[in-house]
């Protein structure tokens, strides 16, 4: 079965290949030299943020284990990081929009690298205050930056449009061909030179603070809402009027809170689905595959946002319910295909299946990150946009939570027809965000006109 794995990532790669070098005039937007640099310099920031974060993800659980815990020790430790990231990441990424958000991604390199430092010590104790540091950097990473991003782009006159290929370039590198090296990179340094499962967290700490010294030296700083008489629990009742009273804001945080949820839940599921017996499988290269899929949606993704038609709003319907059908596979495979009582072997030929339907759930979420980023961009307000993104993930890292808590509670096919739903949910959601989106606006000032000739009718 090795061919397989070998004939996957083989296809994958060839096919992001030809997507990249067959672009045309159609699928490239024209921009202007200065926004190139502003580009680069963003996605050289973004892509060492990222390989810190990618460096780590793969040996959290080992390191816990070489240090002797459980998998319930090691599950309420990962329960301690999302609770972290939903409650002290919420107000700490909020304060962005006041204190700075260049400030809030200096505060992310320094937290991180607390977390990383910690990974140091076997005491439980040390471990569980770097899992709370590591849940607020988390949440920093996906609000401060992008909030970062889209404040300077405006504040310098750039094209709107142009911030979508920011954003497909920022999932391209960021978010696969970074994660495709920072695996191989993690895996050289833990297995090749043998220097240990914390040797990961050393080489992410030091990737932060390269990052960190380009942003002091190349970053300016930029505000949401930076008025002194504001606290941050005016910031939060602001933020919750915003997402209650606009149904596009409140759409597209039910959409986030859906998709991601299930991207997250699938992250502790495609490893028991694919070796239900034990079977041995590359954890490594399938990780790989995964991303390459991700860079194949982003590359899609780029050229999607670069044309007039579709609209994202529209194209996202059909992503979020081949993402859903994708995650049902599992399901179709127990239904139809008797499963194997063999412990060991190789991967089965339902796993085999099951692979491909995971290829293409990673390219819906390649499509989802720059799509995702240019809607919220579109509706959430300037002054807000730190608060409100954080806000978002309330409902996901409640969500999150559960799932861990609960997650040998359920049989696996449960936890992914429960995705799949989540995800043709978010699909009708979209429809509903596309149909406000393309209903034609009324002028503001006629009902106001209307309501004061009501008011005073002798006043014409």
Known sequence: MEVFYYLVFGVLGLVVAALELSKNN???INTSSAFNSFKNNYLL???????????????????????GFGKGDIGQLFIAG????????????????KQGRKRACVTYCITYILSCITKHSPQYKVLMVGRVLGGIATSLLFSSFESWLVAEHNKRGFEQQWLSVTFSKAVFFGNGLVAIIAGLFGNLLVDTFSLGPVAPFDAAA??????????????????????????LLTQFRGAAVAIASDEKIALLGAIQSLFEGSMYTFVFLWTPA??????EIPHGFIFATFMLASMLGSSLASRLLSRSTPKVESYMQIVFLVSGAALLLPILMTLFIAPSKVKGGGIS????FQL???????????LFWPSIMKMRSQYIPEEARSTIMNFFRIPLNIFVCVVLYNVNAFPITVMFGMC?????????????????????????????????????????
């Open 26 to 28: 159609k699928d490239r």
């Open 356 to 366: 491909l339907g995971f290829c293409i759930f990673e390219a819906c979420v390649g």
């Open 420 to 460: 799949s739903i989540f995800l043709f949910v978010a699909s009708l959601l979209q429809r509903r965000l596309m149909m406000i989106v393309d209903k034609p606006k009324t002028n503001d000032w006629t009902p106001l006109e209307e309501r004061n000739t009501e008011e005073d009718p002798l006043n014409i």
């Open 45 to 67: 920031v973004y892509s060492l943020m990222m390989a810190g974060d990618w460096l780590q993800g793969p040996y959290v659980y080992y390191l816990y284990s070489t240090y």
């Open 274 to 279: 694919l070796s239900p017996n034990e079977e």
């Open 206 to 231: 030091c990737f932060l603070a390269i990052g960190m010294a380009v942003i002091l030296s190349s970053w300016t700083e930029n505000y949401g809402d930076p008025s002194e008489n504001k606290d």
């Open 82 to 97: 999302f609770g972290s990231s939903m409650l002290f990441g919420t107000i700490v990424g909020s304060l962005a929009d």
């Open 349 to 352: 030929f339902s796993g085999c």
